[in-house]
């Protein structure tokens, strides 16, 4: 838990990775060495924690075993040999599937395939509101920008890497080392000759235990994934964003990939000599169904949690980081959706995005209101002061005087914090133009020199760069009427008093601050505003329009305000990571022989739990599965998120579901367990004592958003869709029941 800018906001930072490097500067310190013996406890409760792979060997597994688990932990995870650890890889960015059959098919989330399926729809083919299912090999679709990552194995490298520190006299004193740091000891670690000798590996370090322990994880890439089925949006998004972080839930959360390889079983780019992938291992299926206890775990990529956040920390990410990403986003959000709505080509443009921002915003709605309702900040506090009195009583006067010194942090870096937020989330992320090139001195100065090959060299450049921007998803217009509301919107909520970019200093000169004018010009003098200006400029490339550009105006502006605010976020946060990482090494203390896992980093982890219902409120319950019925229930004809396809309304009047009925006769669709996860266990496997494939993980409840920084067993639960379903749509509803000849499938 270093003393890093807060969860919350590194969610959001995540989406706009190209502003983030100022943030390595932020976690500078002292680096502690803690007995490990302390750390590596089992937990205390199933269903609480995301546990290292490697710790399942040095863990107690009886509880494990006393809720049903019939394997030995070496089915699971073992580091000699195959295990079902085998069968699970990152998909993309940020999501996790698992490989079910011999011939590499992948399953994850259709909300994970779902910017990838948007690439490959068209209003003529428009694969988000059809589906798409191909018959045959060549009929799949090639997905350039998709891999896939499998973890082929975990080594203990922490003495190496304190060692390496220890002889360093650049990092040695640093509580905070880069991942490219790390990653470059990785490199040193087994050397570049192994790297060559296998293609498609990479090694990359991890710290856990905030920076007392480090994995080595060798990883093995495959960038030829293609698209192979995916059910349309009324089954795959039923329910949208109404629905979203809700149960009960009745979303068919799933889609199809194929890996495929070179001739020789290799990592290659795409190519039609390519074959399918024959994996180490898949994932058999189990038809046998759920009951309320059973017992399954999860194997995935969970992203980030902060279970050890103090009250400070926690109410910064309710009142500052929470509160302004929503109130900006919905005024974005209703701008872009009446767009959506007009126009279907700006429906699939805008559909992934959308979906994301919406996603955010609504998650830190709810994680707010468990903030209160759980009123996890009153917790924490007595936490703090159960803590306090424990180390004065021990004579540990510097743990008590770190936690004050964190409180002390907090209240000084608020302000950048906020400022920051609304300017990422208005002008940055809020105004896309913001995203336009910006490094065009060079091509100025060789213009103004008129040397032809350098100016000719920078336009391709600079080209390549419009192309980026321009992208087919982008749409000027609604850029154009978010961008107007978005800096009003700035306006209003950062006092002319407090600094501001520099452009509104254009604006209120230049356009008396009328920012519906400004926008106007940027869209009719930038260069960026369309193909057709673009390739007009690079007919007669002249400096002075760029100069003069104000687009490139803007985003300078607003770029620069944002490094500012850092490098005052910085300086108010100097020696935080020092205040925290002693309050951390006290907590360790006193929890010794108690369970203590560590923060989720999007490692793989193991969760275990059992399938269970439960009560939100007084008088109401929860049942722990959902049905066909529900889905019929729920129809609203010509809604966008909870029309009903024509077809499955035909199967459910004709209770035409065959073998994936339950035992009621009913077909299942989603179920819930007491699983902890977390953003990243997206398309995780459910996982059945047998080790069998029973489900895909795909949300969370609405009353456990808080769980990134407290768990709470009796309310939070995780949400996945009954493999049942899956496999009910691909034969039933899409006639794609050739797809299952190749998986393995138990009764």
Partial sequence: MQFRMPAGLLVCLSEYKKYNNIFDLMRKGILLSLSLSCLIIFAGKAEEGMWLL???????????????????????????????????????????????????????????????????????????????WAKNQ??????PDLQVTFIEKIEDVTEYVLNSLKNDS?????????????????????????????????????????????????????????????????VGKFGGETDNWMWPRHTGDFCLFRIYTDLDGNPAEYSEENIPLHPKKYLPISLKGIRENDFSFILGFPGETDRYATSYEIDELKNIINKTRIRIREEKLDIMLAEMLADPEVNIRYASKYSRSS???????????????????????????????????????????????????????????YRIMTLRE??????????????IDSLCIAMDKKDELEIEGRLIVLNEEFESFYDKNYHPETDQKIAKRMLSLYAEMIDKKEERPSIFKTIDDKFAGNYDLFVDECF?????????????????????????????????????????LSVGYYNKNFNGDLFLRKYMEGILEKRKGTSIYPDANFSIRLTYGTVKSYRPADAVK???????????????????????????????????????????????????????????????????????????????NWESLSGDIIFEPELQRCIAVDIRYVLFILDKFAGAGYLMNEMQIDQ
């Avoid at 468990?370 to 936490?383: A, F, N, T, Y």
């Avoid at 208005?426 to 490094?439: C, R, Y």
């Fill in 622 to 700: 929860y049942d722990y599965h959902t049905t066909l019925q529900g889905v019929m229930e729920k129809e609203m004809p010509g809604d966008r998120e909870f029309d009903v396809p024509e077809k499955l309304k035909q199967l459910y009047e004709n209770k035409n579901f065959g073998q994936y009925a339950g035992s009621d006769n009913e077909l299942p669709v989603c179920f819930i367990t007491t699983h902890d996860i977390t953003g990243g266990n997206s398309g995780s496997p459910v996982i059945d004592a047998s080790g069998r494939l029973i489900g895909v993980a795909f949300d969370g």
């Fill in 138 to 143: 060549e009929e799949e679709l090639p997905t």
């Fill in 426 to 439: 208005a002008l940055l992320s809020g105004v896309e133009f913001s995203k336009v090139p910006t490094d």
């Fill in 170 to 234: 650049i990092y040695g004193n640093l509580n905070y080392v880069s991942s490219l740091y790390l990653n470059q000891l990785a490199i040193y670690y087994v050397g570049q000759e192994y790297l060559d000798k296998n293609p498609g590996t990479t090694v990359e370090i991890k710290s856990f235990y905030e920076d007392n322990a480090y994995y080595l994880f060798y990883e093995k890439t495959y960038s030829d994934v293609r698209l192979v089925g995916t059910p349309p949006s009324s």
């Fill in 54 to 132: 490697p710790q399942l060997k040095e863990q107690n597994l009886s509880d494990m075993q006393r809720l049903g688990l019939q394997l030995n932990v070496d089915d699971i995870y073992n580091p000699d040999s195959t295990s079902i650890k085998d069968a699970i890889v990152i998909f993309g960015p940020g999501c996790t599937g698992e490989v079910i059959s011999d011939r590499g098919l992948v399953l994850t989330n259709h909300h994970c395939g779902y910017s990838y399926i948007q690439d490959h729809s068209s209003v003529e083919q428009n694969y988000l509101e059809n589906g798409f």
């Fill in 359 to 417: 996603n955010y915003r609504k998650n830190s709605i709810g994680m707010n209101r468990c903030i209160d309702k759980l009123k996890v900040i009153e917790k924490k506090k007595k936490e703090e002061q159960d803590f306090v009195r424990w180390a004065v009583e021990n004579e540990h006067p510097e743990y008590k005087n770190a936690l004050d010194s964190v409180k002390s942090t907090v209240e000084k870096r608020s302000n950048y914090l």
């Fill in 524 to 564: 009719k003098k930038s260069i960026f505003a369309s193909p057709e200006k673009f390739a007009a400029f690079r007919k007669n490339p002249k400096s002075e329009i760029l100069k003069s550009d104000p687009m490139i105006q803007y985003a300078r502006s607003v770029n620069q305000e944002y490094n500012d």
